[in-house]
């Protein structure tokens, strides 16, 4: 460990320890025992924040981005130490992007009309109180990221937190309010509470002051807000193809998978969860990924053991393979490998439980498929109507449109690593929203405001 990094862990063991002893966790700002204190802090502070000045706003998001990269390093750490997921070198990374490429207040823009009966604006204005439930996958990541955006909106909110990333979030939302307080604004912009439950959730959900839920996980809290009687936005779950025809830069593609399937152990929603090859190229594909990209090519013996360790016996994930690297997944089943393995490879049939499961964890199996045609095919199948992210390598824009039309997904990445589509390595702006069930697709600021039209009539038309 060099002296960096053992200061990181040392800030975080105390940080962590703090938590745990006193069972409590006062002195953080935007912490309560009870949601509806929590709930209530938030109106106050929303109540100041809807009197701020755009720049005031954007001084505290440029606040909270500041202080996001510079406890990039612990959040990492902590997010991977209390969820037991993920690396913490990618976790690092999605931190400097989030900070770097969340978009603010220039996201939200006005429209109007102006002619010989006046002047008509639509301008984006704030739900107010915003209630917003974050996975565990990306704890911190999605805090911040849905912080900016709808404080950006005129908004504050209210985290329910996975519980077992509690301690994360709970960091999280210390540091953004103490970026408010900084920067002359209010305490509370983001509040949550020390013990998230599903009750908690359902007392948020149900608030008479809450008009606004953003879930970000799987499928059952996306339909949970959907069902709530509110307006929602349901960031759900994915279970990304990526399909290779014989036109693709098959020595890139391979390269561009396996960064995209392993970075951060393959928690992201977006990342590459299983490969369709068309037959001419699948044999070479599969050699790239194992002789150039680290890849292990598991027997079926080790597909068999995998299905017995990754699935409970009621088939259910076991969360303790969830975001673990290969190294470790393959120590599970009993082969020892270094940490030059990142990834878990072999060739299946598109039912095959490691294949059609959305498995968040680097094991990529590859269907086999005669054509393109029955690429498609198979890769509509296998994305299980979530619409939400496909990925592509071909140079043929004839495929390219025929499998994006069919796919209808909220992200599609050609001829990259599906973590392009995030602004990283490719161009856009950044979020851990995908609203795909809803249709917002990546959230920003805008979808966390609402549309009020103002008319002047007859006057201030002066064309
Ligand atoms: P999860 O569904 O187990 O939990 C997500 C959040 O929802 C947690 O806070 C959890 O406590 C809460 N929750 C779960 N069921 C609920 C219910 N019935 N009522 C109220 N709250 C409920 O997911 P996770 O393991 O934390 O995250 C992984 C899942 O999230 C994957 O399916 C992944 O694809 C998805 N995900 C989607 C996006 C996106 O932007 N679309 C981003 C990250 C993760």
Same mark, same amino acid.
């Given at each position: 460990?060099?002296?960096?990094?053992?200061?990181?862990?040392?800030?975080?063991?105390?940080?962590?320890?703090?938590?745990?002893?006193?069972?409590?966790?006062?002195?953080?700002?935007?912490?309560?025992?009870?949601?509806?204190?929590?709930?209530?802090?938030?109106?106050?502070?929303?109540?100041?924040?809807?009197?701020?000045?755009?720049?005031?706003?954007?001084?505290?998001?440029? *606040?909270?981005?500041?202080?996001?990269?510079?406890?990039?390093?612990?959040?990492?750490?902590?997010?991977?130490?209390?969820?037991?997921?993920?690396?913490?070198?990618?976790?690092?990374?999605? #931190?400097?992007?989030?900070?770097?490429?969340?978009?603010?207040?220039?996201?939200?823009?006005?429209?109007?009309?102006?002619?010989?009966?006046?002047?008509? *604006?639509?301008?984006?204005?704030?739900?107010?109180?915003?209630?917003?439930?974050?996975?565990?996958?990306?704890?911190?990541?999605?805090?911040?990221?849905?912080?900016?955006?709808? *404080?950006?909106?005129?908004?504050?909110? /209210?985290?329910?937190?996975?519980?077992?990333?509690?301690?994360?979030?709970?960091?999280?939302?210390?540091?953004?309010?103490?970026?408010?307080?900084?920067?002359?604004?209010?305490?509370?912009?983001?509040?949550?509470?020390?013990?998230?439950?599903?009750?908690?959730?359902?007392?948020?959900?149900?608030?008479?002051?809450?008009?606004?839920?953003?879930? =970000? +996980?799987?499928?059952?809290?996306? =339909?949970?807000?959907?069902?709530?009687?509110?307006?929602?936005?349901?960031?759900?779950?994915?279970?990304?193809?990526?399909?290779?025809?014989?036109?693709?830069?098959?020595?890139?593609?391979?390269?561009?998978?396996?960064?995209?399937?392993?970075?951060?152990?393959?928690?992201?929603?977006?990342?590459?969860?299983?490969?369709?090859?068309?037959?001419?190229?699948?044999?070479?594909?599969?050699?790239?990924?194992?002789?150039?990209?680290?890849?292990?090519?598991?027997?079926?013996?080790?597909?068999?053991?995998?299905?017995?360790?990754?699935?409970?016996?009621?088939?259910?994930?076991?969360?303790?393979?969830?975001?673990?690297?290969?190294?470790?997944?393959?120590?599970?089943?009993? /082969?020892?490998?270094?940490?030059?393995?990142?990834?878990? /490879?072999?060739? +299946?049939?598109?039912?095959?439980? *490691?294949?059609?499961?959305?498995?968040?964890?680097?094991?990529?199996?590859? /269907?086999?498929?005669?054509?393109?045609?029955?690429?498609?095919?198979?890769?509509?199948?296998?994305?299980?109507?979530?619409? #939400?992210?496909?990925?592509?390598?071909?140079?043929?824009?004839?495929?390219?449109?025929?499998?994006?039309?069919?796919?209808?997904?909220?992200?599609?990445?050609?001829?990259?690593?599906?973590?392009?589509?995030?602004?990283?390595?490719?161009?856009?702006?950044?979020?851990?929203?995908?609203?795909?069930?809803? +249709?917002?697709?990546?959230?920003?600021?805008?979808?966390?405001?609402?549309?009020?039209?103002?008319?002047?009539?007859?006057?201030?038309?002066?064309?």
């Amino acid at each position: 460990m060099s002296v960096d990094e053992r200061m990181v862990h040392d800030i975080v063991q105390k940080v962590m320890a703090n938590m745990q002893i006193s069972g409590s966790v006062s002195g953080m700002h935007g912490v309560f025992k009870d949601m509806n204190d929590a709930i209530n802090a938030s109106i106050e502070a929303q109540k100041k924040v809807c009197t701020m000045t755009l720049d005031q706003r954007e001084q505290i998001i440029s *606040l909270i981005r500041k202080k996001t990269h510079e406890n990039a390093e612990i959040l990492a750490n902590m997010g991977v130490n209390e969820t037991g997921m993920g690396n913490v070198g990618d976790k690092i990374l999605k #931190h400097h992007l989030t900070a770097d490429k969340v978009p603010g207040t220039e996201d939200i823009s006005t429209i109007a009309w102006s002619g010989d009966r006046g002047l008509t *604006l639509v301008e984006m204005g704030p739900f107010g109180v915003i209630g917003a439930i974050t996975p565990a996958t990306n704890p911190s990541e999605t805090v911040i990221c849905n912080c900016i955006g709808m *404080l950006a909106g005129g908004n504050t909110v /209210v985290f329910n937190p996975h519980p077992n990333a509690k301690k994360t979030t709970i960091y999280t939302i210390n540091m953004i309010n103490e970026a408010s307080i900084e920067a002359g604004g209010p305490d509370n912009i983001a509040v949550t509470v020390e013990a998230p439950t599903l009750d908690t959730s359902a007392i948020m959900m149900k608030h008479p002051s809450i008009h606004l839920l953003v879930a =970000t +996980g799987g499928p059952g809290v996306v =339909t949970a807000v959907l069902s709530s009687g509110k307006r929602a936005i349901g960031a759900g779950a994915g279970n990304p193809p990526v399909l290779v025809d014989e036109t693709a830069d098959i020595r890139k593609a391979a390269q561009d998978i396996v960064n995209g399937c392993t970075f951060d152990n393959n928690l992201p929603c977006i990342a590459e969860k299983e490969i369709v090859a068309v037959d001419s190229v699948a044999d070479e594909l599969m050699n790239y990924m194992i002789s150039e990209n680290g890849c292990y090519l598991a027997s079926k013996e080790i597909q068999d053991k995998l299905v017995q360790t990754v699935f409970t016996p009621k088939g259910a994930l076991n969360r303790k393979c969830v975001g673990r690297s290969a190294q470790t997944l393959l120590a599970m089943v009993g /082969v020892n490998v270094g940490p030059e393995i990142r990834c878990i /490879v072999f060739e +299946g049939q598109k039912e095959h439980p *490691l294949i059609a499961e959305e498995l968040m964890m680097p094991i990529l199996g590859m /269907v086999r498929v005669k054509s393109f045609e029955e690429g498609v095919e198979t890769a509509v199948w296998l994305e299980h109507g979530n619409r #939400h992210s496909a990925h592509i390598h071909s140079k043929n824009v004839d495929h390219i449109t025929t499998y994006a039309r069919a796919l209808d997904t909220a992200i599609l990445v050609k001829n990259g690593p599906s973590y392009a589509a995030l602004g990283f390595g490719g161009e856009g702006y950044c979020t851990f929203t995908i609203a795909s069930r809803t +249709g917002e697709g990546l959230t920003a600021a805008h979808s966390f405001t609402k549309s009020r039209r103002c008319t002047m009539s007859d006057s201030l038309c002066i064309r």
